[in-house]
């Protein structure tokens, strides 16, 4: 499965943003998927997914009430809107999948088998 996000760009705080990731080769049918954030000099974070029945959504404590993570099986694609952008949402955002995340090991990138390339966020004004 290869994976790409899109939908980065400069926006200004409180602003929106809608993130896309797509999926070829492959489905999200049976997989858990995530959005991870990597700020510069910081370490990935598991920022929100769908554990693999695409039932249960996790969000990283910060960005609840903000994000909502989505998806569309139809077209291969998971999707995650960003609203009320703060400064503090800055980094480079990566989509990742796997077919074998544990619902207790959702947040550890360790856990995902397969990544895109990121998509980069500033919210500056």
């Known amino acids: 499965v290869q994976l790409q996000a899109s939908g980065g760009g400069l926006v200004q705080p409180g602003d929106s943003l809608r993130l896309s990731c797509a999926a070829s080769?492959?489905?999200?049918?049976?997989?858990?998927v995530a959005w991870f954030r990597q700020a510069p000099g910081m370490e990935r974070n598991f920022v929100a997914g769908?554990?693999?029945?695409?039932?249960?959504?996790y969000y990283k404590d910060s960005v609840k009430g903000r994000f909502t993570i989505s998806r569309n099986n139809a077209r291969n694609a998971v999707y995650l809107q960003m609203n009320a952008l703060r400064p503090e949402d800055t980094a480079v955002y990566y989509c990742?999948?796997?077919?074998?995340?544990?619902?207790?090991?959702?947040?550890?990138?360790?856990?995902?088998?397969?990544w895109g390339l990121g998509t980069l966020v500033t919210v500056s004004s």
């Open positions: 990742a999948a796997s077919p074998s995340v544990i619902n207790s090991n959702l947040a550890s990138q360790d856990a995902y088998a397969y």
């Open positions: 080769g492959g489905t999200f049918r049976g997989y858990a």
């Open positions: 769908f554990d693999r029945t695409g039932g249960g959504i």
